[in-house]
């Protein structure tokens, strides 16, 4: 899967990207990130990538042709138009079934903007959908970006280690996850529940659900009306 980035500031990628499991991804090839900097395709003389509002008001708009120009030096060549995602607090919020669904594309554009956002006529030109991260104002797109990246990477087939990962995360299959131990058996004098420690694989798989039930209902009793 590739994802080409369109940002001001593609050192931030550089560095989170290369680290852990997604670094990993990219060495085996699995994923491709791209991180394309706007200001290279400014035709200003001083690389100007933002300009004033029409109409007045605070604050800097990022112009249209440097965005449509980088666009362009990336689909120029392809047979199809990837889908162009816009980062911004405008999108529809991302969720599980989100990620689950952009998992599946093969190659996504990312937009970051920045200052005020980008001019209009970017969002209708070239723009498939706003993606919102959640109902907060950042002050620019690329942590959104990221944290799509992240998870919808997550879900790419041998990113994860093993298929099972994944399966029984919070937000997959629509309940939260159960508690998890690992060594030592007492901890601040808490111990491990000795169903874990029993062997009876049946009677752990029940305890899990029952607990992922019991968290759902007391954290996110929300998500329990949404299951299919
Ligand atoms: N909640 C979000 O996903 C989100 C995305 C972008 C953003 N700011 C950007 C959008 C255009 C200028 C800065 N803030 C918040």
Redesign the pocket.
Known sequence: MRFDVLTLFPDIFHAVMKESIIGRAQEKNIIEINAINIRDFSKDKHKKVDDYPYGGGGGMVMTPQPIYDAYLSIVKDLPHKPKVIY???Q?KV?NQKKVVELSKEKHLILL???????DERIIEEIVDEE???????????EI?AMVLIDSVSRLVPDVLPSEDAYKNESHYNGLLEYPQYTRPYEFMGRKVPDILLSGHHAKIEEWRKEQSLKRTLEKRPDLLKKRD
Not at 131 to 141: A, E, K, P, R
Request: negative net charge.
């Open positions: 980062l911004s607090p999108g991302l970051c903007g920045h200052y005020e956002g980008v993606i919102s991260i959640g109902d907060y104002v950042l002050t620019g797109g959104p």
